[in-house]
């Protein structure tokens, strides 16, 4: 493995269009902007939004303070771009991905299962819940997905119709480290989509992730819930769906 490749700063183009625009925005604002601020001004999930803003802090783009306010109460927290004049280091976070997936994969009795586990938390996070009582239909439910992966990078489309559909998955992110440790990073994006699914109360389930079928194509199945179509706790079974089709996760 070339380690210059592991090295390669994380910044520039790598930033994605949401986040580039979430910096713009901190660029010309003339004060700090709270993440509801930004929620609101870029359209985005508050949870996204702030995802966005932490990202663009651990390299160096943006600060993030206690807003400074003479009211009493706990201030909230405030972002600002910064003017890196050039100085900002060099940023190895694919070499920490390699390292935490490879540690995973190395210690763990069942890393699928744990990324999968840990994706569908994290698929929650960065999803809306809808309103108690309001259920969504599967091209809602399905659109709501795609944005949320749209969001992160994997330039999702959905296909298919009536009780299985499919979403397509034509850039990975994390393709580098997919490839080296695909029975880790694969399954944390199968949980990350039956999270999102499960906090949505959706009424399908993200049941089977293949990736690679192409170079830069994974597929992800989809069918229906009945059972979760009148859930309103949040609770179904996107959490106890099969385990993808990975190498090392069956």
């Known amino acids: ?143 709501r997905l795609t944005g949320t992966l749209q969001e992160i990078g994997f330039a999702p489309e959905a296909t298919g119709d009536g009780r299985r559909r499919r979403i397509l998955l034509r850039n990975c992110p994390f393709r580098e480290v997919a490839l080296h440790h695909p029975g880790v990073v694969c399954p944390l994006h199968l949980g990350l989509m039956q999270g999102a699914l499960a906090e949505m109360r959706a009424p399908v389930i993200a049941h089977r992730l293949e990736p690679f079928v192409e170079p830069n194509l994974c597929l992800t199945d989809l069918t229906a819930d009945d059972t979760n179509a009148n859930d309103t706790h949040g609770d179904d079974a996107n959490a106890d769906s099969t385990t993808p089709a990975i190498p090392g996760t069956t």
């Open 1 to 143: 493995m070339d380690v210059r490749a592991l090295l390669a700063p994380d910044q520039g183009a790598s930033l994605g269009q949401s986040r580039t625009r979430v910096l713009g925005l901190l660029r010309a604002a003339g004060s700090p902007l709270g993440v509801q601020e930004i929620a609101h001004r870029t359209g985005l999930h508050t949870n996204t939004a702030r995802f966005h803003l932490d990202g663009l802090v651990e390299v160096g783009l943006a600060e993030r303070t206690p807003e400074r306010r003479a009211q009493p109460g706990r201030p909230r927290t405030v972002y600002r771009a910064l003017d890196t004049g050039g100085t900002i280091g060099r940023r190895s976070y694919h070499l920490l991905a390699e390292i935490l997936s490879s540690l995973v994969a190395d210690t763990m009795a069942e890393p699928g299962g744990a990324a999968t586990e840990a994706g569908r938390i994290w698929g929650r996070y960065l999803t809306q819940r809808p309103a108690p009582f309001q259920h969504l239909d599967p091209d809602q439910a399905i659109e």
